[in-house]
């Protein structure tokens, strides 16, 4: 894997290039990012017993798409569910939720924990799909695991001591190693983030931790930020689209922005955006279990065609579509935009 490829629905990794779901961008707007007119693509009640299917994690896989899904059911426990899907937009969803088995022996001492796992990221890296998500072992932190199939999944350890949220793991390995973001947090709903860089030579063991970026006060991101999709390889640096929260009187705001990140040294922020690329505007994004809330956890990218699609949960109840061209969310980088 060598240039952040599994990334591409052109890549030839993944057999007969899948369609990247998208749309052109509506006459008259001068938006970067624009939604999809199907949004919202996954409702909260696609299955039987789910209360809310929001931020969520898809990848081209084999002719079309697989992902791994957020449910939170009728008892509100929160869970992931794998999914297919021939087009990246209808999904058969499975009703129950992943059994991880175990990656090596000492993975049932925190299996036996279960709390619950949340806000997946998938990542081709290498020769399988990775799966980040929150687990809840004595607190949130980053649980890790993979699939070759989306049938069989297996569940290595923790990457970190509570307390820890959206772990997004790199692509490829940098400087030799594998290298993942997250943003230490607290036992709650966090008033404070900063997105950190780890690295490790095994993928269970991680440290160099590095500050990577933080808040801006008085902005869209000002009270806490945390990685979103799995970064994009491109020739000026990795593209990072994060979310960012502001506290509002009515509460957390939560949007989606971009930075760039150096490549061999992804801790070092080349840029950051000045202004959102998507925030809560919508009926959807701002009305529904929690309001005000748009929550990228995956994207798209046709390479050739400088398409950039981006799946994200809204208001933590639906899932939803936002597109772009890549090239001009890089430029926008590029003039502080
Ligand atoms: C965060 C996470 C996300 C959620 C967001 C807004 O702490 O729990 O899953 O989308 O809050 O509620």
Redesign the pocket.
């Given at each position: 894997m060598a240039d952040g490829s599994a990334q591409s629905a052109s890549a030839s990794t993944f057999g007969p290039s899948p369609i990247l779901p998208w749309e052109d961008r509506p006459a008259g707007l001068t938006d970067l990012l624009w939604r999809s007119s199907r949004n919202p693509i996954i409702p909260r009640d696609l299955l039987p017993r789910s209360n809310s299917i929001?931020?969520s994690a898809v990848v081209p896989f084999e002719d079309g798409y697989a992902g791994v899904f957020r449910v939170d059911d009728r008892s509100r426990t929160m869970n992931l569910h794998a999914g297919r899907s021939r087009d990246g937009i209808a999904w058969r969803i499975d009703p129950e939720p992943i059994r991880f088995e175990p990656g090596d022996g000492r993975v049932p001492e925190i299996q036996e924990r279960f709390v619950h796992a949340?806000?997946p990221r998938v990542t081709w890296l290498e020769d399988r799909y990775y799966v980040t998500w929150c687990n809840g072992y004595h607190g949130p932190t980053i649980g890790l695991g993979w699939t070759a199939d989306f049938a069989t999944f297996h569940q290595l350890d923790n990457a970190f001591l509570p307390f820890n949220?959206n772990g997004v793991l790199f692509p490829r390995r940098v400087g030799g190693s594998y290298a993942i973001l997250s943003r230490p947090s607290d036992n709650g709903?966090?008033p404070f983030g900063d997105i950190f860089y780890s690295e490790s030579p095994d993928l269970i063991h991680w440290g160099r931790h590095r500050h990577v970026m933080a808040p801006l006060p008085w902005t869209w991101a000002s009270t806490k930020i945390g990685a979103g999709p799995t970064p994009i390889e491109t020739a000026e640096g990795w593209l990072l689209l994060y979310h960012g929260v502001l506290t509002s009187c009515n509460g957390?705001v939560?949007s989606m922005g971009a930075a760039l990140l150096d490549l061999d040294q992804p801790w070092r922020v080349i840029a950051r955006g000045r202004d959102y690329l998507l925030s809560p505007q919508v009926s959807y994004e701002q009305v529904g279990d929690?309001a005000n809330?748009v929550?990228p956890c995956a994207a798209l990218v046709d390479r050739e065609a400088d398409r950039l699609t981006v799946y994200y949960?809204a208001a933590?109840t639906v899932t939803c579509l936002a597109h772009g061209h890549l090239s001009e969310v890089l430029e926008s980088l590029r003039g502080g935009r």
């Open positions: 929001f931020n949340y806000d949220r709903h966090t957390f939560y929690v809330v929550f949960g933590d």
